[in-house]
């Protein structure tokens, strides 16, 4: 590791999207990180792109607002975010998710000090024989970035992954719903702010199943915070 970190202080960062020379705080060139979809209009309830900056929630929030009381993402999950969470959560490209997660602290530092105050980071859990497959929490390695970037208290025992649940990519927002129900227990959040960690928000499932047992623990507030929102 300390290897590692000697090299990477010696030779020219490499760009993770076209092998190019980069800016050494970002691991891209600035080409590439030009060409990122970044999240600027967006529904302030559940990160959905919308068309115009007028704070309100959209209209699906409207009808039915999410358990969480808000979600904030860094980018739209389309190419190139797409292959970059590719290649974090299932090839083990970790230098991709500090990448990421860098971007997502930058904007978490963008808000009001006040919104960030107190907050807890809580990862979305793996199911341990999940967790054994892939070798590392994607979410957990988020939410460590976001931690040491904004000084936040990263607390990844408060909910657990009691199910291991069928892969949620072929299903619908309702069939999601209905797979996640007993999936996640969460104790010891009397309370407390928390921030919820994901990689990617699709319908929302996964992060209402965990904000509805945070809150059954106790917990004051929720919000999502995510590298990515899939339109």
Known sequence: MVYKSLLRGLLPATCLLCGGTARAALDLCADCA??????????????MPLADAHGAPCGPCLQRAPRFGACIAAL??????????????????LACGRMLAGLLARRLAALPPARRTGVVLVPVPLHPARLRERGFNQSERIARVLAAELGLALANTLVRRVQRTADQKQLGAAARSRNLQGAFHATGCAGRRIALVDDVITTGATAEAVTAELFAAGAAQVEVWCLARAL
């Open 34 to 47: 030009a060409q990122l979809p970044t999240l600027d209009n967006a529904c302030p309830r559940c990160a």
């Open 76 to 93: 739209r999950y389309e190419h190139p975010v797409r292959e970059l969470v590719s290649r974090f959560k299932f090839q083990g490209d």
